[in-house]
T-cell receptor, first 113, second 112 residues
Framework: NAGVMQNPRHLVRRRGQEARLRCSPMKGHSHVYWYRQLPEEGLKFMVYLQKENIIDESGMPKERFSAEFPKEGPSILRIQQVVRGDSAAYFC???????????FGPGTRLTVT | GNSVTQMEGPVTLSEEAFLTINCTYTATGYPSLFWYVQYPGEGLQLLLKATKADDKGSNKGFEATYRKETTSFHLEKGSVQVSDSAVYFCALVQGGSEKLVFGKGTKLTVNP
């Protein structure tokens, strides 16, 4: 059973561009979580999704950030008009059921130049 | 709010040395506590967990005991190996919540 897949692993964007980060959960997992790790910080929760639904987005910045988990395909974290402060590692995790163990992907390292 | 504080790194040890990484937490109620490990270039892996006071989590020679009286969950290993070199994260989750709350991580380097 393949683990959680994230791509790209590294992404470089210029200020003002859009960044799209993809997460394919483990087979059979319908719950997806996104976390962000800023330099010298721990991981911070951003959003929790189930198929086609956003369950908890209390950690998402109010502007420029959005997430989706469609019926088919990976979960997408989208950052519009990126700024230097968005440079971070973005980790996705998945679980088979709510409140079950979360399995993490390798992360996407976003650099904004 | 909930928070986790773990000792600042980096930590450098020689092979077979004793390891302690301190972790304390602030939470309402009775959270579950975790240690995650991140090897270079990989995602976080669950190392061990404890769900109630006085529980001891253990895995791969690592141990941590849930101490409610000191709100601590210190990670220990009696004899580290070069392959234990990684970043270690302490984390908690409040009952009924899906949000993991992480410490900043402690980088461990073990030299032969």
């Amino acid at each position: 059973n393949a683990g959680v897949m994230q791509n790209p692993r590294h992404l470089v964007r210029r200020r003002g561009q859009e960044a799209r980060l993809r997460c394919s959960p483990m087979k059979g997992h319908s719950h997806v979580y996104w976390y962000r790790q800023l330099p010298e910080e721990g991981l911070k929760f951003m959003v929790y999704l189930q198929k086609e639904n956003i369950i908890d987005e209390s950690g998402m910045p109010k502007e420029r950030f959005s997430a989706e988990f469609p019926k088919e395909g990976p979960s997408i974290l989208r950052i519009q008009q990126v700024v230097r402060g968005d440079s971070a590692a973005y980790f996705c995790a998945s679980s088979p059921l709510r409140l079950e163990e979360q399995y993490f992907g390798p992360g996407t390292r976003l650099t904004v130049t | 709010g909930n928070s986790v504080t773990q000792m600042e790194g980096p930590v450098t040890l020689s092979e077979e040395a004793f390891l302690t990484i301190n972790c304390t937490y602030t939470a309402t109620g009775y959270p579950s506590l975790f240690w995650y490990v991140q090897y270079p270039g990989e995602g976080l892996q669950l190392l061990l967990k404890a769900t109630k006071a006085d529980d001891k989590g253990s895995n791969k020679g690592f141990e941590a005991t849930y101490r409610k009286e000191t709100t601590s969950f210190h990670l220990e290993k009696g004899s580290v190996q070069v392959s234990d070199s990684a970043v270690y994260f302490c984390a908690l989750v409040q009952g009924g919540s899906e949000k993991l709350v992480f410490g900043k991580g402690t980088k461990l380097t073990v030299n032969p």
